[in-house]
């Protein structure tokens, strides 16, 4: 069983830019949600997808957008780069959204830098 | 108002011991789950331990038990026999709410170092 990839480990980035960050989910699981982590902070709740729709969205402005694809990995666009995009950008898998208890695997996520 | 608080931002403690991390939280939503997750210098996140709002009992999991005081919104994780690979952040986080998003809601996270 394959666990959660992420890719690029590592990214720099100008302001302004824009970039793609890829999450391959764990085999089976047709949920994904991103978070950005901050240095020094908890990681706080971009978006999910569940079954290619997003199904929630947290605090963060409409220039953050994502896809999920038939085969649940799934995307996430920044777009318009700012300095404070910089932060660790973890993507978490798991199976459904209804069990409260549903465990999210996480990804070793992918870390950018914004110059 | 901060939903979850870990008001420890480092801890340390001697291997084979047992060192507790404080979490608190806050939700008005008779229906939450709580989450511990362990995050080595590598970044990935490890899914700990779970308990939900409605367990009567406090969770376990090997070395790892969750003291949970539902009426003091508490949701303490111990680890027992501490290790040196145990030296991490840590996270406890709360889900609200079932059929949502299932968005998880992060503290800050403490910092533990496990010294010999």
């Known amino acids: 069983e394959t666990g959660v990839t992420q890719s690029p480990t590592h990214l720099i980035k100008t302001r302004g830019q824009q970039v793609t960050l890829r999450c391959s989910s764990q085999?089976?699981?047709?949920?994904v949600s991103w978070y950005q982590q901050a240095l020094g902070q908890g990681p706080q709740f971009i978006f999910q997808?569940?079954?290619?729709?997003?199904?929630g969205r947290g605090n963060f402005p409409p220039r953050f957008s994502g896809l999920q694809f038939p085969n649940y990995s799934s995307e996430l666009n920044v777009n318009a780069l700012e300095l404070d995009d910089s932060a660790l950008y973890l993507c978490?898998?798991?199976?459904?959204?209804?069990?409260?208890?549903?465990?999210?695997?996480f990804g070793p996520g992918t870390r950018l830098t914004v110059l | 108002a901060q939903k979850i608080t870990q008001t420890q931002p480092g801890m340390f403690v001697q291997e084979k011991e047992a060192v507790t991390l404080d979490c608190t939280y806050d939700t008005s939503d008779p229906s939450y789950g709580l989450f511990w997750y362990k995050q080595p210098s590598s970044g990935e996140m490890i899914f700990l331990i779970y308990?939900?709002?409605?367990?009567?009992q406090n969770a376990t999991e090997g070395r790892y038990s969750l003291n949970f005081q539902k009426a003091r919104k508490s949701a303490n994780l111990v680890i027992s026999a501490s290790q040196l690979g145990d030296s991490a952040m840590y996270f406890c986080?709360?889900?609200?709410?079932?059929?949502?998003?299932?968005?998880?809601?992060f503290g800050t996270g403490t910092r533990l170092q496990v010294t010999l």
């Open positions: 986080a709360m889900r609200e709410g079932p059929g949502t998003a299932s968005k998880l809601t």
């Open positions: 997808y569940y079954r290619e729709e997003e199904n």
């Open positions: 085999s089976g699981h047709n949920t």
């Open positions: 308990q939900g709002s409605y367990d009567q």
């Open positions: 978490a898998s798991s199976l459904g959204v209804r069990a409260l208890g549903n465990e999210q695997f």
